[in-house]
């Protein structure tokens, strides 16, 4: 059984960084897509960011493109998110998610593209 642990979480002010790691277990790490969403309280569930199963490509979206970073070490089963120049609207609480197939280029950026989820790490960002 495929299980993801996120942590890293808490929180900083605006301007600061944080780095979130997602440790993955139960199954061959390498070679699945692994995502970055976020939820903040009355939104939906928003893609951040992703990277490919072989961690060549990766794909931010325009909110964080610039100040955060993804990668993942397939060694230690575990993807990071660094995050940095934080700011308020970062807030929510952040997830990571796994593919249930294998693709070593292709960036899935829907939630309905990812199977397997963990159970979510808050950031809270002060002004």
């Known amino acids: 059984q495929v299980q993801l642990v996120e942590s890293g979480g808490g929180l900083v002010q605006a301007g600061g960084s944080l780095r979130l790691s997602c440790a993955a277990s139960g199954r061959t790490f390498s070679g699945h897509a692994m995502g970055w969403f976020r939820q903040a309280p009355g939104k939906e569930r928003e893609f951040v960011v992703a990277?490919?199963?072989?961690?060549?490509?990766?794909f931010y979206a325009d909110s964080v493109k610039g100040r955060f970073t993804i990668s993942r070490d397939n060694a230690k089963n575990t993807v990071y998110l660094q995050m940095n120049s934080l700011k308020p609207e970062d807030t929510a609480v952040y997830y990571c998610?796994?593919?249930?197939?294998?693709?070593?280029?292709?960036?899935?950026?829907?939630?309905?593209?990812?199977?397997?989820w963990g159970q979510g790490t808050q950031v809270t960002v002060s002004s």
């Open positions: 998610a796994t593919t249930m197939g294998t693709n070593y280029y292709y960036i899935p950026t829907r939630l309905d593209e990812y199977h397997y």
């Open positions: 990277i490919s199963g072989g961690g060549t490509r990766t």
